[in-house]
C-alpha cells in the first residue's frame, strides 16, 4: 500500500513511522509512505498556504490553490510510479467519524491513499466541492490543533489490515471492534504471575477448559 500525506508539518510523522510495526512494514515494502510538505506549493517568497475567511470570523484557512496544486503533484509522482485511482482523505472536525469498520473498508478497498492535514480553521470548501476529496475523516469528538495526529492514527490502523504486517502472535482478527467480537471490546488478559500482591488470575483461565474459557471470554465482552 502506498499513502501520500500532504502536512505543513512533514517532520511530526517521522517518530511514529520509524518505530515499531510501521518501520517494519516499510522495511518488509509492505507499506510506502510519502509525506509532502504544503508549504512546497504555497504563493510568493513567503510561500503563503492559508488566508483569512471570507464573511469574517476567527481563524485562518488552506486556500484551495495550493491544496490543489499539492493533490495534482502528489497524484502525478504516484501514476508515474504505478499507482491508479487513488482514495483521497481530507482530515476535518467536520468529518465522518473514523471507526474500525471504516478502517478496514479503506484498506480492503484502496490500494493507494492520499492524505491532506488540514490546519487553523481548515481549507476552503472548494476543494471539497471541486472534487480532489473523496472523505471526509474525523477521529473523534473534540478539538485537535491540526489534521496529523488523525492521520498517523488512520495510518497506523489501516496498516495493521494489511497481509503480512502484523506477525501471527498479533492477528487483528480476534481483538477489539473486530467483527470475531462483534464490534465489541475485547475480554481482559492475563500473563505470569498467577497472583501478584494477592491479585489472582481467574480460575477458569488456568483450567485449561476450553470451551469454559471461551464461554468466560463471551461474557466478558463489552
Ligand atoms: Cl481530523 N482534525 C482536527 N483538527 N481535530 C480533530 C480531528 C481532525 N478529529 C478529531 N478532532
Known sequence: MRIDVITLFPGMFTGPLTESILQRAQAEHLLEVHTHDLRTFGH???????????????????????????????????EKAGCSSSHRVLFTPRGKRLTQTRVERIAKQHQWIILLCAHYEGVDQRVVDG?????????????????????????????????????????????????????????????????????KVPDVLLSGHHAEIEKWRAKKLL
Open 44 to 78: 510568493g517568497s513567503y510561500r503563503q498556504v492559508d488566508d483569512r475567511p471570507y464573511g469574517g470570523g476567527a481563524g485562518m484557512l488552506f486556500m484551495v490553490e495550493p491544496v490543489v496544486r499539492a493533490i495534482e503533484f502528489v497524484t502525478e509522482e504516484g
Open 131 to 199: 472534487g480532489w476529496i473523496d472523505e471526509e475523516v474525523s477521529i473523534g469528538d473534540y478539538v485537535l490543533t491540526g489534521g496529523e495526529l488523525p492521520a498517523m492514527v488512520l495510518i497506523d490502523a489501516v496498516a495493521r489490515q494489511i497481509p503480512g504486517v502484523l506477525g501471527k502472535d498479533e492477528s487483528a482478527e480476534e481483538e477489539s471492534f473486530s467483527k470475531a467480537t462483534n464490534r465489541k471490546r475485547e475480554y481482559p488478559h492475563y500473563t505470569r504471575p498467577e497472583e501478584f500482591r494477592g491479585l
